[in-house]
């Protein structure tokens, strides 16, 4: 079993639309939870970074962590066509090192 | 802030020959960096963490002759590829964490370099 499970999709919702990406994992330390998206061919770049359960909210962006359940969520309102990209969970024990990636959700958000 | 860069951002060479990549923290001292492989369509795959002035250490499967890591200072660390062969071809992508105002404990990641051997 993967320490992090993620759907890879792919997802196409039309513009306006509210994106639900989710991942689910295994080992119960990690404490910080991340949020990266990937455009084609780029470097990922964090969106959300949350430390152990609760929402947290930034913009369009809802974060959500469920350690009871193993499962995190990232909400995303009014998507829009530039939000079309690849989105990663990642997940860690102690902080920035020893990061577990999901195998990220391709996102394609149409116009 | 926390920027990080990565050059070149696209490389073509040869079967047989050396590849150098730079990853560089911008605008903060970045006590660790890591690489990062990834394949089409694939997620990341971690190859080393390096601390600066210490020697990296890989991960299971990695071979440490033929990707050689050299993290001289707080805001350069780079990878090379010896001998590279086609099945080296991928997307490599270095990640920093470290000290900077503004910066906290995540990683941030440089923009990628397309190794292509042919």
């Known amino acids: 079993q993967k320490e992090v499970e993620q759907d890879p999709g792919p997802l196409s919702v039309p513009e306006g639309a509210i994106v639900s990406l989710n991942c689910t994992y295994s080992?119960?330390?990690?404490?910080?939870f991340m949020w990266y998206r990937q455009y084609s061919r780029k470097g990922p770049e964090l969106l959300m970074y949350?430390?152990?359960?609760g929402n947290k909210e930034d913009g369009r962006f809802t974060a959500q962590v469920d350690k009871s359940s193993k499962y995190i969520s990232l909400f995303i309102r009014d998507s829009q066509p530039s939000d079309s990209a690849t989105y990663l969970c990642?997940?860690?024990?102690?902080?920035?090192?020893?990061?577990?990636f999901g195998t990220g959700t391709r996102l394609t958000v149409i116009p | 802030g926390a920027v990080v860069s990565q050059h070149p951002s696209w490389v073509i060479c040869k079967s047989g020959t050396s590849v150098k990549i730079e990853c560089r923290s911008l605008?903060?001292?970045?006590?660790?960096m890591f690489w990062y492989r990834q394949f089409p369509k694939q997620s990341l795959m971690l190859m080393a963490t390096?601390?600066?002035?210490?020697?990296?250490?890989?991960e299971q499967g990695v071979e440490k002759d033929k990707f050689l890591i050299n993290h001289a200072s707080l805001t350069l660390s780079t990878l090379t590829v010896t001998s590279a062969h086609p099945e080296d071809s991928s997307f490599y992508i270095c990640?920093?964490?470290?000290?900077?105002?503004?910066?906290?404990?995540?990683?941030?990641f440089g923009p990628g370099t397309r190794l292509t051997v042919t």
């Open positions: 605008d903060f001292q970045a006590t660790t």
């Open positions: 080992n119960s330390a990690f404490q910080y």
């Open positions: 990642a997940m860690s024990v102690g902080g920035a090192n020893n990061l577990f």
């Open positions: 990640s920093a964490s470290g000290l900077g105002q503004g910066v906290t404990y995540e990683q941030y």
């Open positions: 390096s601390n600066e002035g210490s020697k990296a250490t890989y």
């Open positions: 949350t430390y152990s359960s």
